[in-house]
């Protein structure tokens, strides 16, 4: 006999986070350039999360900064906006020390800058979430989502999904630097 939990709204026995991971890690096996398969892969994660916004940022350690490598609900201009110093903001911060960082509403936390204009009078105590994507312990970039709370809502399920697929990636992008030393 299966038991059966509720996550995010759907019952855990079959519709599971395995279908998700295997859809990112089908998509990261299709090429060796990790850039072609950003988007698809935050899309597939937004659309199973249910999240309003999911972005890749990658640190530039020559110039000290974090630019959004590709985003799932922004806009090319507010893309373009997501420039981060190292420790500046939620981003900065986890791209500095390694460690995940998650903001129950950010409409009150003042670490929340906001450089791409999320409507927050739109999506009043939308949570962040965002974790660090490393290869060999060192953070190459982070992982983040908003999203807004609902009755299934399980900021801890969230958090370990974002940390997997954060690995995920982390290992191909390993995995295409070890190929090219």
């Not at 519709?15 to 089908?26: N, T, V, W």
């Not at 660090?132 to 399920?157: A, C, M, W, Y």
């Amino acid at each position: 006999m299966y038991t059966f939990c509720d996550k995010n709204g759907r019952d855990c026995y079959g519709d599971s986070e395995l279908p998700l991971l295997f859809g990112i890690s089908s998509l990261l096996n299709q090429t060796r350039d990790i850039k072609f398969v950003i988007y698809p892969i935050l899309e597939l994660m937004g659309k199973y999360i249910n999240a309003k916004r999911s972005m890749i940022t990658i640190l530039n350690r020559d110039l000290s900064k974090i630019f959004i490598e590709d985003a799932y609900g922004l806009s090319p201009e507010a893309k373009a906006k997501g420039i981060y110093k190292i420790g500046e903001g939620i981003i900065g911060e986890v791209a500095k020390t390694g460690c995940l960082i998650i903001i129950a509403d950010i409409s009150k936390d003042s670490r929340f800058l906001n450089k791409t204009g999320f409507d927050l009078s739109k999506n009043k105590g939308a949570t962040f979430i965002c974790v660090p994507i490393k290869v060999d312990q060192e953070v190459i970039g982070t992982l983040s989502i908003h999203r807004l709370r609902t009755d299934n809502f399980s900021v801890i399920q969230d958090q370990e999904t974002l940390s997997i697929i954060g690995s995920l990636i982390a290992q191909s992008v390993k995995v295409r630097q070890d190929q090219l030393e």
